[in-house]
Nanobody, 120 residues
């Protein structure tokens, strides 16, 4: 299974960016998909999670500004980031908890990071 992330880039404070991450390969189903971020000097933090069944969670600092969504038919997760702040600058990683075909337990997968830079 591969997770291919895209959509990072540079935005001004107050602007918007949209990240996408598509899972491909021997996927039977996906429990949860999420976005993490990592910035210099800080630990990787969970930004948003979208679970099968519809439950969604956000990091407090992004609530009301970021929106996570999934397209289950395409095994894709999106992160719409609005009202961006310089402190959102980080490398963003997508994550998926995947049931492979024939598997009885899920496996964690990570995408490559995509850099988001927000200028003040």
């Amino acid at each position: 299974v591969q997770l291919q992330a895209s959509g990072g880039g540079v935005a001004q404070a107050g602007g918007s960016l949209r990240l996408s991450c598509a899972a491909s390969g021997d996927v039977s189903s996906i429990n949860a998909m999420a976005w993490y971020r990592e910035s210099p000097g800080k630990q990787r933090e969970l930004v948003a999670t979208a679970r099968t069944g519809g439950s969604i969670d956000y990091l407090d600092s992004v609530k009301g500004r970021f929106t996570i969504s999934r397209d289950n038919a395409r095994n894709t997760v999106y992160l719409q980031m609005d009202s961006l702040k310089p402190e959102d600058t980080a490398v963003y990683f997508c994550y998926a908890n995947v049931y492979l075909n024939g598997a009885s337990v899920p496996t964690d997968y990570w995408g490559q990071g995509t850099l988001v830079t927000v200028s003040s």
